[in-house]
């Protein structure tokens, strides 16, 4: 772990989704970039997702663990070397603290845009209200939520899901680095909502982010409020 001037605390860590997502968070917290690398594929589901929406035959045939996160959102499939996975946690009273949970998740956005426009990827925050679509209490990329970016195209290209407590928020965030992963959801999951159009929808609406891995993090880094 490496604490920079500005008080950030910035942590690389390697797991299992499982573990990566059931990591404790320390007391007392200080503001702090957890850097996550899964050791093997894994279909993540939101805190509230029905376990009937996943199709056990074809996770278990492609080899994925499955886990459930505590925070809020829908399926998110996380693969080595094919997305970056931060977490971005703060205790409660932090000046980036914000009691209102959309608003909360705006300087996250924020600092997600800053780092990809410094890297020469336009980017802008939704700051709107949640836009749903059939799909989205069950896909994280199928609906944008207050704070996620997208590109210029309006396309989404980092997902943001929080969990609260009292004493502090973890944000966590990813973005695919190569050919959208998401659209894959559609091999894994069994939904009862149009699922014929949901790998269209997730295509159309999806990008990837065209950078190495180690340079966004130096840019995240470069780029947390001081």
């Given amino acids: 772990m490496t604490v920079l001037p500005s008080g950030w605390a910035v942590d690389e860590r390697r797991g299992t989704a499982g573990a990566l997502h059931a990591a404790e968070v320390p007391t ?39 886990v459930r996160r505590r925070s809020g959102g829908g399926a998110v499939l996380v693969v080595p070397d094919a997305c970056l996975w931060v977490d971005l946690l703060i205790p409660a009273g932090h000046d980036l603290w914000d009691e209102d949970v959309g608003r909360a998740m705006h300087w996250v956005g924020e600092l997600w ?10 980017a802008r925050v939704h700051r709107g209200p949640m836009v ?17 970016v997208v590109d210029p195209a309006g396309r989404k290209v980092v997902g943001i899901s929080q969990r609260r407590t009292r004493a502090w928020a973890r944000f966590q965030t990813v973005a695919d680095l190569g050919p959208v992963r998401q659209a894959a959801l559609v091999d894994v999951l069994q939904l009862d909502v149009a699922p014929d159009g ?24 470069a780029h947390l409020p001081g």
């Fill in 28 to 66: 007392p917290l200080v503001p702090s970039m957890w850097v996550l690398e899964a050791t093997a594929p894994a279909l993540v589901l939101g805190s509230a997702q029905p376990d009937d929406d996943v199709d056990r035959t074809a996770v278990e045939a492609r080899g994925l663990e499955v």
């Fill in 198 to 221: 949901l790998g269209a929808h997730l295509t159309a609406t999806t990008a990837a982010v065209d950078r190495d891995a180690r340079d966004l993090v130096a840019a995240l880094v």
């Fill in 113 to 122: 845009a800053e780092a990809l426009g410094a890297l020469g990827v336009a």
């Fill in 132 to 148: 749903r679509t059939p799909w989205s209490r069950h896909v994280c990329f199928a609906g944008l939520g207050p704070g996620e």
